[in-house]
Antibody, heavy 120, light 110 residues
Framework: EVQLVESGGAVVQPGGSLRLSCAAS????????MNWVRQAPGKGLEWVSY????????HYADSVKGRFTISRDHVKNSLYLHMDSLRVEDTAIYYC?????????????WGKGTSVTVSS | QSVLTQPPSASHTPGQRVTISCSGS????????VNWYQQLPGTAPTLLIY???QRPSGVPDRFSGSKSGTSASLAISGLQSEDEADYFC???????????FGIGTKVTVL
């Protein structure tokens, strides 16, 4: 069964740092592109970051560029999101999302999410 | 453009046909495929329609999608109570080099 399990969410003060992890199983993780998507409380979905299978291509939303870093470990079958200079508006559930192996951009499998709260 | 345009809500009775629109621009929907996600209350989103009109296995055929130009739509025929959820459209934006989502449409079954 294809599974994505996020962890690392916590309550952190503004200006603080946090690293989210996503453990992948049930598929060949190293062959898939991956994304992070977040959802603020009661709000819609916001794409955060993308990383290619080779790690050569990485993209960030303007709202997190320069503060967040996406990475992946093919030995541990894990995706990461390192978040620095956290702001109150970064409060959200963060989802790890797989990219479908396709010639067109499709995010197909979602984890259950991990909660990040930025508050003093 | 930071979001795709969707109506915020739609309310219909069981059995009715519901159509949800999603409007974008030439840099997103105009150039790339549209995908739709269903988010049931308290759960993570799941893929409902991909590449404009394709259904993943397990998605009932009462759900259908279409795209024309810079707009797309999701249709639910024979609305059921279990279809009460938030529905989001999404497309890659070539100018932003990232995905854009619609604001989400909350479907209520009366």
């Amino acid at each position: 069964e294809v599974q994505l399990v996020e962890s690392g969410g916590a309550v952190v003060q503004p200006g603080g740092s946090l690293r989210l992890s996503c453990a992948a199983s049930g598929f060949s993780f190293s062959s898939y592109e991956m994304n992070w998507v977040r959802q603020a409380p009661g709000k819609g979905l916001e794409w955060v970051s993308y990383i290619s299978s080779s790690r050569r291509t990485i993209h960030y939303a303007d709202s997190v560029k320069g503060r967040f870093t996406i990475s992946r470990d093919h030995v541990k079958n894990s995706l990461y999101l390192h978040m620095d200079s956290l702001r109150v508006e970064d409060t959200a559930i963060y989802y790890c999302v797989r990219e479908m192996q396709s010639s067109s951009p499709v995010m197909d499998v979602w984890g259950k999410g991990t909660s990040v709260t930025v508050s003093s | 453009q930071s979001v795709l345009t969707q109506p915020p809500s739609a309310s219909h009775t069981p059995g009715q046909r519901v159509t949800i629109s999603c409007s974008g621009s030439s840099s997103n929907i105009g150039r790339n495929v549209v995908n739709w996600y269903q988010q049931l209350p308290g759960t993570a989103p799941t893929l409902l329609i991909y590449k404009n009109d394709q259904r993943p296995s397990g998605v009932p055929d009462r759900f259908s999608g279409s795209k024309s130009g810079t707009s797309a739509s999701l249709a639910i025929s024979g609305l059921q109570s279990e279809d009460e959820a938030d529905y989001f459209c999404a497309a890659w934006d070539d100018s932003l080099d990232g995905y854009l989502f619609g604001i989400g449409t909350k479907v209520t079954v009366l």
